[in-house]
């Protein structure tokens, strides 16, 4: 794609991790993982693409700022996006397996 069609817009590629579920790593599509620093590829674990997409301020993302994940791909080559936090509702609910035990009972 030529720089006219993209001005100030980014091409990029989207990876998940297989080792963590939400994890997602947006980079430059033309440059890939290569500016992704070792130790963190090693924390993320094997990276599987899934989409590329052109990020553009005026379309938001899910759940993350597109304007914040365009600069960080421009400062540092990646933007990690973490996984949510835990539903308070589903962490509090019976029979899971990391719900609080009260022992005042």
Known sequence: MSEGVLKGKLFCSIYKSRRKSGMYLYVDRQKGLKEVPEILMGQFGHAEHV????????????????????????????????????????????????KPVRHDA
């Open 51 to 98: 989409t590329d997409m052109i990020l553009n301020p005026t379309r938001p993302l899910a759940r993350a700022d597109v304007e914040q994940v365009m600069e960080k791909i421009r400062e540092q080559g990646f933007y990690l996006q973490m996984p949510p936090p835990p539903d308070e509702d589903l962490f509090m609910a019976d029979g899971h397996p990391d």
